[in-house]
């Protein structure tokens, strides 16, 4: 099964001290997108707070990237995995999950709680934040971050170039490496992969989207994100960008039409 799209699973002990009380102080956020660390080479998870729109990247497995992809595009596994089983329990037990937190972040390790409702009674599990937003997004449960979280956390570095091109066309996008095309099971293609497409902006009403993979820009081979940022900084507008893209597999063109 081919799966292009961006990107959480057990039960784990948690650290003597995490509580309710932690709850004060946090913020909603949404999962944004999955990228991968062109340092260490894996997957991370982008979560943005709904008031500021501050990221928030926690690094995952390959495994739990998937998991996140699958449910970021509804797409169904014929075996449950993980996070299926838990929304499976939850939901057989007849309780709710009424949201998850993000709740500390020591020694470069983050930590969650799921916060259910059963029979009138309100419960917190201890869980990995890439299970817990994984069943956030099966159950459609809010997600919130402790403020402290934001203040403790690496931030997701981004280059003026990369900047320009988001401004330009509503586009943030990573090289294809072996590590990312395993996480969409993209096989040996080469170029670019789409991590994420601002609602609304000229990528979007064009019909690019999350793990559209481009092959070629104005007829340039798209080897790279370089590649890619030195396309779109050629452009005078108003102008038409043709894009060579694999949607899920399949090849196809997309013709954005840029105007600043």
Known sequence: MKCYR???????????????????GTLEAKVKTVIVDPATRSPVVVLESLTDKRLLPIWIDVAEARAIALELEHVKTPRPLTHDLMHNIVSQLEATL?????????????????????KGRDLQIDARPS???????????????????????KTVP???????????LGVQAQ???PELAAVFDAGAASGIVVAAVEAGSPAAVAGLQRGDIITKANDAAIKSITDF????????TPAKLTLQVLKNGKPGMIQIDVHS
């Not at 299970?131 to 402290?148: E, G, I, N, Q, T």
């Not at 981004?158 to 330009?168: F, G, I, M, Q």
Request: proline residues 2%.
């Open 229 to 236: 940022e030195n396309v779109v900084q050629t452009i005078k």
């Open 98 to 118: 009424e949201r998850v937190v993000i709740a500390d972040l020591r020694n470069n390790t983050y930590y969650a709680l799921l916060h259910l409702k059963h």
């Open 158 to 168: 981004a280059s003026k170039r990369a900047e320009a091109t988001y401004s330009r």
């Open 6 to 24: 961006w990107l959480a699973i057990c039960l784990l002990s948690y650290p003597i001290g995490v509580s309710a009380a932690q709850d004060a």
């Open 175 to 177: 090289d294809l490496t």
């Open 131 to 153: 299970d817990a937003m994984a069943l956030a997004l099966k159950m459609k449960a809010p997600v919130f971050v402790s403020s402290r979280v934001f203040v403790k956390a």
